[in-house]
Each structure stands twice: as C-alpha cells, then as structure tokens.
C-alpha cells in the first residue's frame, strides 16, 4: 500500500499545452509538497500545504497552480508548458516538518 | 539567501572502506536536518536525521554528526557496499518554516 502516490509515473507532451499531476497519501499527515527535480539533480521547493492552506510558495511561474481538495491530495496544474519545465516533479508529505515521505516522482517531458 | 553547501559532488570508495560527505549550512537557527538516499530512477529517501539539540546519531553502519557552530553537518558510512551507491543529498530546515533546503548532492559510487 503506496504512503505518498503519484499519476502519472511519465508524461510526454508538446509545447504550449496544459496538464495535471496527481499525488495523494495515506500516512495522516498534515503537510504535503511540490518539489522539483532538475536534470543536475537539484531539488527545488514549489509550494506546500498544511491542511489545505497553502504555506509556501516559491517564485515559480504562475503558469503552475497548485490544488488541494484536502489535506490527503495534492494536485499540480502546470499550463502552456514550455520546454524548460521538463523535469522529475516529486510530492512529498510528513507530520510537521520532520522527515518527508517523498512520492516516486513524475518524469516530464515537454517536446 | 539561505543556503547549503554540499561536498563532494562525487566520491568513490572500495567496498568495506568508509564514506564522508560533508554538508554546511548559513542560516544558524536551523534545528534538523535530514539526509537522503536516491537510487538511480527511484524517489529521495530519509535515511537518518539529526535535530540541534544532539551532536552525533547513530543508526548501524550511517552516523550523522552536527557541529552547530561551525554550521557543519557529515554523514558517516562505515563498511560500504555496493547497494549504498547512490545520490546522497543533506537538508536543512530553514527556522520557523516547513521548507528544507536541499544540498547539491553527492554521488556515490562503491566498487566492487
């Protein structure tokens, strides 16, 4: 039974369109996470949200939106995407802020 | 800016010898730091974490140990194989906040 869930595993897809990633967990938490992974392997803050509210939020174009319905799912609305956004995108959650459970990550790629 | 210093990038060791990486951090009000184990594909995964108020954890061949004033923190592995290579990344959390600022990385490689 997956803790940190993540749809989809890959998505392939043009410039100039609009698309959505799915993360929901299991473990109670209260926290969850957008975290970008660039191709040096550099892990970047987006956003987070602790039951719901949104608590941080990076400079990062506002062509991305994040959504949480509740405090066991956070989505990730990325439009008129750009070759530049290819990248492995993580969710994470954890109780506070001690110790994240990472998702498996969403390799995007934008051609 | 707050920030954290990672190195090496890459370390190669034997199989059975002893692996150091050594994180810094700037913002000293800092208060836990966590590292992270990434196989190649797969997620970022917490493999041990130090909070201010202890100097050294150890959980079976990984130690941590933190020097808050020199703002220094390493990761020890002791009788290394070849299943700990991977990417090694060190955090901080930054005070008040839940965000953890991620080093650079540091890529491990165990030979056989």
């Known amino acids: 039974d997956t803790a940190v869930s993540q749809t989809p595993k890959y998505l392939v897809t043009q410039m100039g369109n609009d698309k959505s990633i799915k993360c929901e967990q299991n473990l109670g938490h209260d926290t969850m996470y957008w975290y970008k992974q660039d191709s040096k392997k550099f892990l970047k803050i987006m956003f987070s949200?602790?039951?719901?509210?949104?608590?941080i939020n990076e400079t990062v174009p506002n062509r991305f939106s994040p959504k949480s319905p509740d405090k066991a799912h956070l989505n990730l609305h990325i439009n008129s995407l750009e070759l530049g956004d290819s990248a492995v995108y993580f969710c994470?959650?954890?109780?506070?802020?001690?110790?994240?459970?990472f998702g498996s990550g969403t390799r995007l790629t934008v051609v | 800016g707050e920030n954290v210093e990672q190195h090496p990038s890459t370390l190669s060791v034997q199989e059975g010898d002893s692996a150091v990486i050594k994180c810094t951090y700037s913002d000293s009000a800092s208060n836990y730091f966590p590292w992270y184990k990434q196989e190649l594909g797969k997620r970022p995964q917490l493999i041990i974490d130090?909070?201010?108020?202890?100097g050294e954890k150890k959980d079976q061949r990984i130690a941590v140990t933190l020097n808050k004033t020199a703002k220094h923190f390493s990761l020890h592995i002791t009788e290394t194989q070849p299943e700990d290579s991977a990417v090694y990344f060190c955090?901080?959390?930054?005070?008040?906040?839940?965000?953890?600022?991620f080093g650079t990385g540091t890529r491990l490689k165990v030979l056989a």
């Open positions: 955090a901080a959390t930054l005070s008040g906040t839940y965000k953890y600022i």
């Open positions: 949200y602790n039951n719901k509210e949104l608590i």
């Open positions: 994470a959650s954890s109780q506070e802020f001690y110790g994240y459970t």
């Open positions: 130090i909070r201010s108020n202890v």
